[in-house]
């Protein structure tokens, strides 16, 4: 969705989007100058155009350049309301009916966009059910017992039951997207899934981009929309170029056929004096790595103890991973909320007063009060069953191998066998939606700007959770962090979760980008809130 609403993805694609300048960007040092052509690489393969549809990424990125958010979470997890196509919601009873305005907008056809197009979304979804990557988010739609055009420029939103004001605003208003009723309304849903990928379909929106061709598997390529009711671009062409190695990415760079690119880390000091580009430190975003468990696969059945889960995450040396892999660009994750979530994040995570850190002589403490004994090789054993498994990883990243190297080293430390299996984004995505047997682990990452809670991946029988966790305790934690008011709730979830461990929290990236001399506006483009194509302009190559 436009706000990257807790999406799940490998961790090589979530590098796309967690950039943010480790010190402010000053405002513009020249005027704006037009770029011409900006292209820069898509995460993976775009399949989908449709805010409805899009399950992945480059999908979302895709949709959100035509289609504008209604509420816009910025890196500091406020409301951008300049970004907004909202100019206010509020809450007159306090949790249970949202009152929303709208700004004066438009559609590329001239037709004005209207609380009814926002109805229209929401009909949708409910129409496409778990088609809909983020069902079940934010309470969206099944929380809502009403939904009123109340006019133009005025939308009413009863929910069943009172939440949390600052849960349903930010996980679950901020989902939503004006759609073009108007333009869409004889198209059937599955003329909509087959026209999904198709440009001639989306030609009404109301976004900074309109598509001006799309080479399935190659590139998809925008030009500003006209009749775009916010600031101007500073280019005629807008690239998403589909890049399949980070070699490929820095010879393209390097040759000038890219403008930015995620700084493959393995290349760190190779790179850093390629000429006509510079080097971008970036800091963190609300997003974090992790490796998922499957508890549907028999094979695996040791990750229902919770002193296995433990274990792995006492056994990983994030220290190390930052330093040897990640050249100090990274930060440890322990718990489902990390600095970059600011005033959601649980003070005890912040001062890391956690229930789990690294530590092996722990982490094989708790594998033999578990009833496992090390074999012959060290691994431990338990009535016969090794203490192994598989995790398929993101192929195409030397990065990755080198986490991955270091991750099975620690947990061969510690007893555990982890063995991986690159494996292709689509296939992986794939295979949580297929039988049980065929995956154990999925190296992952996530991002998700606004209200940290774990409805989407940790709550028993959610859509986003393939990995089949379910535990009352955390069900409960969840349920009072979105219904009661204040973050103690929130706070009591997180500190579960680290407990838990659903899944193992691993280091994330703060990343670094390699620009083009000739691109400014880096900072303000990549934001949580999603792309924000006017930011960026040029000046001399």
Not at 514 to 525: D, P
């Amino acid at each position: 969705m436009p706000n990257f609403r807790r999406t799940i993805f490998p961790e090589k694609y979530k590098v796309l989007l967690a950039f943010i300048l480790l010190s402010p960007t000053p405002a513009h040092a020249t005027p704006p100058g037009d770029c011409g052509t900006i292209i820069i690489p898509a995460g993976n393969d775009i399949t989908s155009f449709s805010p409805v549809l899009a399950n992945n990424l480059a999908n979302s990125q895709a949709a959100q350049m035509l289609y504008a958010n209604l509420l816009w979470i910025n890196r500091a997890d406020r409301i951008d309301w300049s970004r907004s196509l909202a100019s206010s919601v509020t809450t007159p009873d306090q949790g249970q009916t949202y009152l929303i305005t709208l700004r004066p907008w438009h559609w590329s056809d001239g037709t004005q966009v209207t609380a009814s197009d926002l109805v229209y979304d929401v009909t949708l979804i409910e129409k496409f059910g778990l088609a809909y990557s983020n069902y079940g988010v934010g309470g969206i739609p099944d929380q809502i017992a009403s939904i009123t055009a109340l006019d133009a420029t005025h939308l009413r939103v009863v929910l069943r039951h009172k939440a949390n004001p600052t849960w349903f605003i930010f996980n679950g208003l901020s989902q939503l997207v004006p759609l073009p009723e108007h333009a869409w309304r004889h198209a059937t849903l599955d003329d909509m899934v087959q026209l999904q990928s198709t440009p001639s379909f989306f030609t009404v929106v109301d976004g900074p981009l309109r598509i001006a061709r799309f080479d399935p598997n190659l590139e998809m390529i925008f030009t500003p929309n006209p009749a775009y009711d916010g600031p101007k671009m500073h280019f005629s062409r807008f690239v998403f170029a589909m890049v399949q190695s980070d070699g490929a990415l820095v010879e393209q760079i390097a040759a000038g056929d890219l403008d930015v690119v995620p700084l493959p880390t393995e290349l760190f000091t190779a790179v850093q004096n390629l000429p006509g580009v510079h080097l971008e430190n970036l800091g963190e975003l609300p997003t974090w790595n992790f490796i998922l468990l499957n508890f549907h696969n028999p094979a695996v059945a040791f990750f229902n103890d919770i002193r296995i889960r433990q274990a792995m995450a006492d056994a990983q040396d994030q220290t190390l991973i930052i330093r040897l892999a990640l050249h100090g660009l990274g930060y440890a994750v322990y718990a489902p909320a990390i600095d970059a979530d600011g005033p959601f994040e649980a003070p005890a995570i912040r001062t890391g007063a956690l229930p789990v850190a690294f530590n092996p002589q722990k982490a094989r403490a708790l594998i033999a009060a578990a009833g496992y004994t090390a074999g012959p090789d060290g691994i431990f054993q338990k009535h016969g069953q090794r203490l192994a498994f598989t995790v398929l990883t993101p192929s195409g990243s030397t990065e990755q191998d080198i986490i991955d190297d270091i991750i099975q080293r620690n947990f061969q430390a510690a007893g555990i066998e982890m063995n991986f299996r690159e494996t292709e984004f689509n296939q992986m995505v794939a295979l949580q939606n297929g039988p049980a047997s065929g995956w154990q682990a999925m190296f992952m990452g996530q991002f998700g700007a606004g209200y940290p809670s774990g409805e989407a991946m940790f709550a028993s029988n959610s859509p986003n959770n393939p990995g089949g966790y379910s535990d009352k305790t955390m069900d409960s934690l969840i349920a009072a962090s979105i219904d009661k008011p204040g973050l103690d709730a929130l706070f009591a979830y997180e500190l579960y979760a680290s407990a838990e461990q659903p899944v193992i929290f691993s280091p994330s990236q703060t990343q670094a980008f390699l620009v083009r001399n000739r691109l400014h506006g880096i900072y303000q483009f990549f934001d949580a809130g999603g792309l924000a194509p006017d930011a960026l302009y040029c000046s001399g190559s």
